[in-house]
């Protein structure tokens, strides 16, 4: 679980100012922006108490409203993200799973059920952010193609991501 602990930690403060400087610059079309700092709120392990969890996604989405200036959008989003983690896993395996504490992940998860759990993470979180962003639906075609794209954009990254960081497979051997 350490390990774990300090993974995450690394990914937070490297994910952070990589979302900040790069991939807020990085808009296709002015439609799709990539959304990459959601990973850590993403993996976190299933161990880890929903308090916990609410609170990693508060300041996680709050350390990205103050590079962004985007006055608590991302905080909303991010603890959205965070309630809705357990359940949106438990959607594609089973409540046993989450008993090792391991990382969400291919290995862990399988190929199909985390690309499953990965998209909908992505998309429960372009939805919250650009609803709130747009705070109105004046123009709603544009809304739906920026959370469509967003959601894309995002998850092919966190697919690049994810591979980058591997999960490992629980150990079979005792402790």
């Known amino acids: 679980m350490n390990k774990t602990i300090l993974t995450l930690f690394i990914l937070y403060l490297v994910l952070i100012p990589v979302q900040a400087v790069v991939f807020n610059n990085l808009i296709l079309f002015n439609v799709a922006i990539p959304i990459v700092f959601i990973y850590v709120i993403i993996s976190l392990p299933m161990t ?44 594609y395996t089973t409540p046993e799973d989450d008993a090792m504490g ?29 609803s709130v962003e747009a705070f109105q639906f004046r123009n709603l075609p544009l809304m739906m193609l920026r959370m469509a794209c967003s959601t894309a954009f995002s998850f092919i990254i966190l697919l690049a991501v994810s591979a980058f960081v591997r999960t490992r497979k629980p150990s079979m051997h005792g402790a």
Do not use: E, Q, W
């Open 48 to 91: 880890i108490g929903t308090n916990v969890a609410l609170t990693i996604g508060f300041f996680t989405g709050l350390t990205m409203d103050i590079f962004m200036d985007t006055a608590g959008m991302n905080a909303l989003a991010c603890t959205v993200l965070a309630f809705v983690r357990r359940p949106v896993y438990h959607l």
């Open 102 to 130: 391991m990382m969400p992940g291919t290995r862990t998860m399988g190929t199909a059920a985390y690309l499953k759990y990965l998209f909908s993470m992505t998309l429960i979180y372009c939805l919250t952010l650009f």
